[in-house]
């Protein structure tokens, strides 16, 4: 379309407003000694790098890495059968009321699917009517349970889409060539999937370490992760600057892993 | 390669850890007790307490208003940029993808925490509007990203013949690309009104507050004790309304399909 458009230049300059121009305030943050906002008193400090390897915070960059890496795993070795299994679905009703059934629980809040676990896991909870006491609030499992429950279908998508995205010709290509179907699988699927799942491991793994809410909820408060950190930081305490270097920490580790991918899903497709 | 038995244990395995949760809060929304670990018998008054407790409805509406308000805006807006991106030079591309993705792949929370440090620097008033602009920003980069591939599998002359038989450049958009691309469009707005009716963590960062949806006000009461069952409810009513909607959209396909082979 040949006239000129206003609106990509304004859409550039709107993100680079609400992503970029935060960023580098953050970064200006994590170098300062402030009380929130308030950039009259602010002053240079290296105060908030003392305040990251302060050893009371190792729990929370561990539990961070360990659970929702864990939870990332599980996803990956739930979810991947089943993205496989459902491309496998010739009937088409049949595969889009399978792929429905698990877009279905996205539609509920995420809150109270939350609270949902939480009720369970209670000692005290429904299950006491069939004898049973789960008594789990408080343990990595139930945060992990938690997790993989909320984050599954951010992982199945992109597999299915990869694996519905490959060439078909491929597939029957290497049963000629005498691959048997667990070959196939090994040496064709599984590596051109391979962007679908790098795509759903930080679809899950970053939320999972970021979202405040579920380990409140699951853990009773006794399991900080990252997401809890930077969240007292902002909302409760408001030291900024150390809540910002988080964040900045956070951001890097986010960027570096758009570059990976960028440069392994080229047309980006594989993020819805 | 998978026998039939552990093929449909894992789809079970799968569809529980996602269904349980939604199931036992579905339980107790005809619980007759306000304690969720006994059954004191049925009732349907947390149905009717959704129209009772004011600041619970009044935050449904909120969510509501916000989810349509923000499909609306990012999908007009998306559908343009990605028109213009689709245009562009192949070398400007994966920086313009760049910016657009990082929304999508950035931290809630960090999404949150950038855009109450930009809104209150620029003296925004933290409310509906804030949050309505948060919502809108972290919308239009999926409508931007379900458009884009359709764009690409559109030909290139359609256009140009659109203006070569008289349309003129905004007939030519309206009456052929826009069609043309009308899935992606659909799927984009789909994509913006689910992130938006279930976001928590951005809302949360930037709301004030007077102002409430769903998922801040269920967090704000959860932290008080104060929170009323009829939240079951209205999940339940959200689940089950999705649920019949699609299985009537299924069926209605279908038959199409039957009076097409016909």
Redesign the interface.
Same mark, same amino acid.
Request: glycine share 2%; net charge positive.
């Given at each position: 379309m040949k006239t000129p458009n206003i609106i990509l230049p304004l859409y550039l300059i709107w993100l680079i407003i609400l992503v970029f121009i935060p960023f580098l305030l953050m970064i200006f943050l994590a170098f300062s000694h402030t009380n929130g906002l308030d950039f009259s008193h602010i002053r240079f400090s290296l105060i908030n790098f003392k305040e990251i390897a302060d050893p009371i915070y190792f729990n929370a960059y561990l539990n961070s890495i360990i659970l929702s890496a864990s939870a990332s795993l599980l996803c990956l070795l739930i979810g991947y059968p089943i993205a496989l299994i459902i491309s496998k679905i010739k009937k088409n009703s049949l595969r889009n009321i399978i792929l429905i059934m698990f877009i279905l629980p996205m539609w509920s809040n995420m809150l109270i699917r939350i609270m949902g676990w939480e009720i369970l896991f209670n000692p005290n909870s429904i299950l006491n009517v069939l004898g049973i006491s789960l008594d789990l609030i408080g343990s990595p499992l139930a945060i992990i349970i938690g997790m993989v429950s909320t984050y599954l279908p951010f992982m199945i998508f992109p597999i299915y889409t990869a694996i519905n995205k490959l060439d078909q010709a491929l597939i029957e290509a290497s049963y000629d060539l005498g691959a048997n179907k667990r070959q196939t699988f090994r040496k064709v699927i599984l590596p051109l999937s391979l962007p679908g799942i790098y795509s759903g491991l930080t679809m899950v793994f970053l939320p999972s370490a970021t979202n405040f809410a579920l380990p409140e909820r699951l853990s009773g408060g006794n399991i900080v992760l990252l997401g809890n950190l930077i969240n007292s930081n902002f909302g409760k305490t408001f030291n900024y600057g150390f809540g910002s270097l988080l964040s900045v920490i956070l951001i890097t580790i986010i960027f570096i892993t758009m570059i990976f991918i960028n440069h392994k899903d080229k047309d980006g497709d594989l993020l819805i | 390669?998978?026998s039939k038995i552990s %093929?449909s244990m @894992?789809?079970i #395995?799968? +569809?529980m850890? +996602?269904?349980?949760?939604?199931?036992?809060?579905c339980?107790?929304s005809f619980n007759d007790s306000m304690r969720?670990?006994e059954?004191n018998g049925f009732t349907l008054k947390w149905y009717q307490a959704i129209f009772t407790d004011k600041s619970l409805f009044n935050a449904i509406i909120n969510t509501w208003l916000i989810a349509l308000c923000a499909m609306i805006i990012s999908t007009t807006?998306g559908t343009? #940029?990605a +028109?213009?991106?689709s245009?562009?030079k192949q070398k400007y591309k994966?920086l313009?993808?760049?910016?657009?993705?990082?929304? !999508?792949?950035?931290?809630? #929370?960090?999404t949150g =925490?950038?855009?109450? $440090? !930009?809104f *209150? #620097?620029l003296g925004f008033s933290f409310g509906k509007y804030t949050m309505l602009l948060a919502h809108v920003?972290f919308c239009?980069p999926?409508v931007v990203? *379900?458009i884009?591939?359709r764009l %690409?599998q559109l030909d290139d002359n359609a256009?140009d013949a659109a203006r070569d038989l008289g349309c003129s450049?905004f007939q030519a @958009?309206i009456k052929v690309i826009i069609p043309a691309i009308k899935i992606g469009i659909i799927t984009g707005a789909l994509?913006a009104f689910?992130m938006s @009716?279930?976001d928590? $963590?951005i809302s949360y960062?930037t709301t004030g507050s007077g102002f409430s949806n769903?998922?801040t006000w269920?967090?704000s009461r959860?932290n008080r004790r104060t929170f009323n069952p009829a939240?079951?409810a209205y999940?339940t009513i $959200? =689940?089950l309304g *999705? +649920?019949l909607t699609?299985v009537y959209i299924?069926l209605n396909s %279908?038959g199409g399909k039957k009076i097409e082979k016909n």
């Open positions: - | 390669m998978m %093929k @894992i789809l #395995i799968g +569809l850890l +996602l269904y349980i949760p939604i199931i036992i809060v339980l107790l969720p670990y059954f807006a343009f #940029i +028109l213009q991106i245009k562009l994966p313009v993808m760049f910016l657009n993705n990082m929304p !999508i792949l950035n931290a809630d #929370i960090v =925490i950038s855009l109450m $440090i !930009i *209150s #620097i920003f239009t999926f990203l *379900s884009l591939p %690409k256009y450049h @958009i994509i689910t @009716i279930d928590f $963590i960062y769903f998922s269920i967090y959860l939240a079951y999940n $959200i =689940i *999705s +649920l699609l299924n %279908k």
